[in-house]
């Protein structure tokens, strides 16, 4: 489904507009379309003028433009197309000539941009409307006084938020939509509270960097709520300007509906004095352990996984977690010695030198003692003997599915191994999740399955029972 298709004028961006016109003489005419999903693709009518032959354009088909297109919207304003992509067309003489492009970016806004320069766009902050996610925030700041014949609706807005960050400031701001100011007449009212989120740079920023804010915002809010219900697109303020404009980019697109108040894990006014410092934290772990967080939320995408992809994920960004944070195993330790002892006994060059190689990787923790050193630190009621089992047991199936591709013999029936890999997946999910905000900084107390009642720790504890990994509720602590 298309958000955005209009039709319009493009030109190269680095050409100059006369002062008098609103496009140079060399535009051509075209059709733009935006996707739900941030697809972006341009069809022109003709081939865009170039000092090359038009042949050469078409030749290039899959590789970057290297220039900006600027466009003209017939109702949607004025865009910005930045990274196209070349994407194939037609070139007649007899006929009208198409051109095709990706394109990596859009900026949308309602003034026209200013032309290529030597200097980079660059950018002071971003703002995000927290539209879906109204049930989250616990907007309830509209207090409404219904009688026989009267009706009195208030509204005090909450006080806004700003966080102090290393970066710059970080603020939640609230609105409401509704009449004009004033007193007016009508028959019927609408009042709509909302709020937002705005980045702002203590310097310069590049797009990069504004993709990268959204983005982190984006997954600290689904490990928030457990739901992968994607953020909107931001709005962009560039430096030095009072212009705004709507970015659009290519993205995963989760068919989720917006969470409700009891659908999310950690509501937003538990953490509100210190979402600014989780926005932080989050940004800086993601930057420390890379894969170990992204290839978690690589499964909160609403993409569709076979049953050992997902579990294979879910191993392998653990312990990308755990050798990011552990680092190089050191040499000195007791096991490198023995190591080594072993080794100096063997006199043949060649003999050495192989078991040196076999040898070499001795001193790492198995897969299994990774695992058990992040969940152990988790404030959950583990039956700690369950807990080794469990751990032992994903170490076997990691290697059933990297070596054998399933299953390591086949006596057992495979719907079985699905079915028990399915098990242990949920419940790595689970403490992948709380593992991850927990190092964030999320208080412990509000991931207690005895102390909060909502749909996502429910399922966790289910997910963690099935496999036998918490104590039972009659049992001593």
């Not at 990596?104 to 026209?112: F, P, Y």
């Not at 029936?413 to 949920?426: A, T």
Request: hydrophobic share 35%; charged share 25%; with cysteine.
């Amino acid at each position: 489904m298309a958000i955005l298709e209009d039709r319009g004028i493009f030109w190269w961006n680095d050409k100059i507009v006369p002062k008098t016109h609103f496009a140079p003489d060399s535009f051509v005419g075209g059709n733009l379309t935006i996707e739900d999903d941030g697809t972006i693709r341009l069809e022109l009518d003709a081939i865009m003028p170039s000092e090359d032959h038009p042949f050469t354009a078409l030749l290039d088909n899959g590789q970057p433009v290297g220039r900006n297109i600027q466009g003209l919207l017939t109702d949607a304003g004025n865009v910005l197309l930045l990274n196209a992509i070349r994407n194939g067309g037609t070139f007649s003489t007899n006929n009208i000539a198409k051109e095709r492009y990706f394109v990596q970016q859009c900026l949308v806004s309602q003034e026209r941009f200013k032309r290529d320069g030597k200097a980079p766009l660059s950018y002071r902050s971003m703002k995000v409307e927290l539209t879906g996610f109204e049930d989250w925030l616990w907007l309830q700041s509209i207090s409404v006084e219904r009688r026989h014949n009267r009706l009195i609706a208030k509204y005090k807005a909450p006080k806004d938020r700003r966080f102090d960050l290393p970066f710059g400031v970080l603020s939640i701001e609230h609105d409401l939509s509704g009449p004009y100011f004033g007193t007016s007449r009508r028959k019927n009212v609408n009042l709509v509270e909302s709020a937002a989120v705005k980045v702002r740079s203590k310097r310069r920023i590049s797009l990069k960097e504004i993709q990268d804010h959204h983005r982190n915002l984006e997954e600290l809010i689904i490990l928030l709520t457990a739901s992968n219900y994607n953020l909107d697109w931001p709005t962009l303020y560039p430096w030095g300007s009072k212009q705004s404009a709507k970015l659009y980019f290519p993205r995963f697109r989760s068919e989720d509906s917006p969470p409700g108040a009891h659908e999310c894990l950690v509501n937003f006014p538990r953490i509100a004095e210190s979402f600014g410092e989780l926005f932080a934290a989050f940004a800086e772990k993601r930057e420390q352990y890379g894969p170990g967080i992204y290839l978690y939320l690589g499964t909160h995408r609403g993409m569709k996984m076979f049953v050992e992809h997902r579990f294979v994920n879910l191993i392998w960004g653990l312990e990308a977690f755990d050798r990011r944070g552990r680092g190089q195993v050191q040499a000195g330790t007791a096991l490198d010695k023995k190591v080594r002892r072993i080794i100096a006994q063997v006199s043949a060059a060649k003999d050495r030198g192989w078991l040196e190689g076999k040898l070499k990787n001795a001193g790492e923790p198995s897969l299994s003692q990774r695992l058990l050193a992040i969940f152990s630190a988790l404030p959950l009621p583990f039956d700690h003997s369950e807990l080794k089992k469990f751990c032992e047991e994903c170490q076997a199936r990691r290697n059933d599915i990297s070596h054998f591709g399933g299953l390591r013999h086949q006596g057992q029936p495979y719907d079985e191994f699905m079915q028990d890999l399915d098990r242990k997946s949920n419940a790595l999910s689970a403490l992948y999740h709380l593992h991850l905000l927990t190092i964030i900084g999320v208080e412990k107390e509000r991931l207690d399955f005895a102390k909060n009642n909502n749909r996502p720790l429910w399922r966790m504890e289910r997910d963690l029972r099935a496999v036998g990994l918490l104590m039972s509720k009659q049992d001593p602590q």
